[in-house]
């Protein structure tokens, strides 16, 4: 997992608080994608974006969940008003300019626990 | 609706002999599919992959298989070796969808000395 960094690892909110994960993605690469995951289960898509751009979001909740990656810095999810449903392991991905065969390189995750 | 089906949530394999670990999928329009490995409290590894022109991808220990017709892979792992115990996640993707992949439930492969 070397190379795309998450912080915080883990994230402790009450409810109705905000949470912010960060990401930065391996040098050289330009996409990012963020996935949850449930105990028990495997990962769940939720938006891939590019620098400045959210290309497909159709996996994450319309509501108080948001995510940009800016020109400069890190890609952020932020969840605002969390609720206890909200309790996950959130894991950021990153890949190079689009091309057949690249796999995503993931980050060792931030889990948010609800209070 | 579940995509992409690993219907074995754990397997135990001696040391030394293979590891086979298998994976469904329904969505005819995958063309790419991924296997990972996971730690406890890490994130996914990257194994090896193979694209739907191909039928057999290998690297070293590890063979992933793929039957199109069966809409079915399977990762080979020879000779098992105790570093290999982790979650195993089955992932495809179809270029129309921006390659977001759609993920297994996992297998959790206990390798036993």
Known sequence: NAGVMQNPRHLVRRRGQEARLRCSP??????????RQLPEEGLKFMVYLQKENIIDESGMPKERFSAEFPKEGPSILRIQQVVRG?????????????????PQHF????????? | ??????????????????????????????DYFLW??????????????????????????????LNKSAKHLSLHIVPSQPGDSAVYF???????????????AGTKLIIKP
């Open chain 2, 90 to 104: 089955c992932a495809a993707s179809e270029m129309d969808s921006n390659y977001q992949l759609i993920w297994g």
């Open chain 1, 107 to 115: 980050g060792d995750g931030t889990r948010l626990s609800i209070l």
């Open chain 2, 1 to 30: 609706d579940q995509q992409v089906k690993q219907n074995s949530p754990s397997l135990s394999v001696q040391e030394g002999r293979i590891s086979i670990l298998n994976c469904d999928y329904t969505n005819s329009m995958f």
């Open chain 1, 26 to 35: 391996m040098k050289g690469h330009s996409h990012v994608y963020w996935y």
């Open chain 2, 36 to 65: 990972y490995k996971k730690y406890p409290a890490e994130g996914p590894t990257f194994l090896i992959s193979i694209s739907s022109i191909k039928d057999k991808n290998e690297d070293g220990r590890f063979t992933v298989f």
């Open chain 1, 86 to 102: 909200d309790s996950a392991a959130y894991f950021c991905a990153s890949s190079p300019p689009r091309g057949a065969g690249q």
